[in-house]
């Protein structure tokens, strides 16, 4: 299987998982799929086989994450460029999975956290931190602590 096709096959696996925390964020199978970590582990399995791939075959001369410079080499590498890429796709699915259940647990109306949702899909930290902010500005306090 090509290096290009794994690539597209990652980018679309995780569309159903974000369309089913967009449109039925409290359907059992959301639950299921999503909120249970099911999605997460899967694309932890195939992060983790392209780490040991990586490890084992190894990268370009000179690869590393000591410097900017040995980073750049690495992920001059196809494989690497696609395990980082899968890596991004498992933690923005977790947050945006997080944020949807966050926003249930304290109050916040599904509608208003879409917004948020979506760039957490596009642009991870930045849809994070705009959840954060409407979080803070909804619950008039600055704590991830969940109340007892």
């Known amino acids: 299987m090509s290096i290009d096709l794994i690539f597209s096959l990652a980018n679309y696996s995780v569309m159903p998982f974000w369309a089913l925390l967009i449109f039925v964020p409290r359907a059992r199978i959301t639950e299921i799929l999503v909120h249970s970590g099911v999605a997460p582990l899967l694309l932890g399995l195939t992060y983790t086989g392209f780490m040991v791939n990586g490890m084992i075959v190894g990268g370009p001369e000179g690869a590393g994450m000591g410097s900017l410079q040995a980073l750049m080499i690495g ?5 690497a460029v696609v395990t980082g890429w899968v890596h991004y796709l498992a933690f ?7 944020t949807v259940r966050d926003a249930q647990r304290v109050g916040i109306p599904h509608l208003a956290i879409i917004i948020p949702v979506l760039l957490t899909f596009a642009a991870g930290p930045l849809g994070l931190m705009i959840y ?10 600055f704590t991830l602590v969940e109340e007892a």
């Open 132 to 141: 954060l902010v409407m979080r803070y500005f909804w619950k008039q306090r």
């Open 75 to 79: 992920f001059s590498d196809p494989q």
């Open 92 to 98: 923005d699915l977790f947050v945006g999975a997080w």
